[in-house]
């Protein structure tokens, strides 16, 4: 966080407050949209804040449930509309039992007015677990279109096709056995791939770089053709998103709310051993894939938020 930003908003009292422990990037997904969501917000002229409602404050957003609650109940005030964004299931993507996801819906029945999920999956798991949200709203993220645009470097089949993945995290349901497996098993002859991000998983075979910030991993992504994703119980994935903004068009695991982010711009898989047909499948469809790509725009989903609480 912004040393200066508790002064600032006592100083320049914020219209919309967004209460998440912001970090320097590169960090996980939800800090990259929310950073962008600020940085949008604030374009249009409307001051934002961090962690504080003043008395002149008309909304605010909660992230799931990395904010500190005591403080937002010592502040919040009955006209301040409260916007409460979830992702998850967060027990079904750590793999278990959903205290946490508990713990998210009594948050919501305490603070909010609407409920924003990231997609159709992650509403339907939640509730399918038996919990209750408040006006329920469904807008996906979206990524700085300053940043990730698409590349203009025209697609070769005749030459080795270039794959990219990515993640913050190195959680296994991010995709790395599935990584380890292909590391093994593509040919090599035709392909290259790189993946930048945290691993725990030896490669041979694929260039492995650390994370890096934004501007350079969407450079990263233009000079590559296409992105793998193989992450499980993904709500709605900012590394998929950013890809798809950068022309790449995908093949993702059958998983989460991959299928509703690619639509038709790539090719599902529930195995990783389809992965090999299913990239020959791609290669030959590049085209077709690529102009069909559609990710929402930062502009359309910041509009989304602002009606949800009632600014306009």
């Known amino acids: 966080m912004n040393i200066w930003q508790p ?3 006592r100083i320049f009292p914020p219209d919309i407050s967004i209460f998440h422990a912001f970090q320097k990037p590169p960090y996980g997904g939800a800090n990259q949209f929310l950073m962008a969501l600020r940085d949008q917000i604030s374009r249009r002229g409307i001051r934002v804040g961090e962690n504080h409602i003043a008395s002149a404050t008309r909304a605010c957003i909660l992230n799931a449930f990395a904010f500190d609650t005591e403080h ?3 502040q919040k005030r009955s006209e301040c509309r409260v916007l409460h964004r979830i992702d998850g299931p967060v027990g079904t993507y750590r793999g278990t039992d959903h205290a946490v996801d508990k713990q998210v819906a009594d948050l919501n029945a305490e603070f909010a007015d609407v409920t924003v999920f990231q997609s159709q999956y992650s509403c339907d798991a939640n509730q399918a677990l038996g919990l209750e949200f408040k006006n329920v709203v469904i807008i996906p993220n979206a990524s700085d279109s300053r940043i990730f645009y698409p590349k203009t470097i025209p697609f070769n089949k005749n030459k080795k096709v270039k794959l990219i993945a990515s993640s913050w995290s190195d959680n296994p349901n991010k995709g790395g056995p599935v990584y380890e497996w292909l590391d093994s098993h593509l040919d090599w002859s035709r392909f290259e791939f790189t993946f930048v991000g945290q691993t725990k998983r030896p490669f041979r075979n694929i260039r492995h770089l650390q994370a890096v910030p934004s501007h350079e991993l969407a450079h ?9 994703t193989a992450s499980l ?3 709605c994935s900012n590394a998929l998103i950013e890809a798809l903004s950068c022309g790449l068009p995908s093949l993702y695991a059958e998983s989460g709310g991959n299928p509703e982010i690619v639509q038709q711009a790539g090719f599902g898989f529930s195995d990783k051993e389809e992965i090999p047909e299913c990239l020959n499948l791609l290669v030959e469809e590049y085209e077709t894939c690529q102009n ?3 990710v929402a725009t930062l502009e359309s989903v910041t509009d989304q938020y602002l009606r949800a609480v009632g600014i306009t």
């Open 233 to 235: 119980h993904d709500s």
């Open 292 to 294: 069909q790509i559609s």
């Open 7 to 9: 002064i600032r908003d």
């Open 220 to 228: 990263l992504l233009r000079q590559h053709d296409i992105y793998i």
């Open 72 to 74: 937002l109940r010592r």
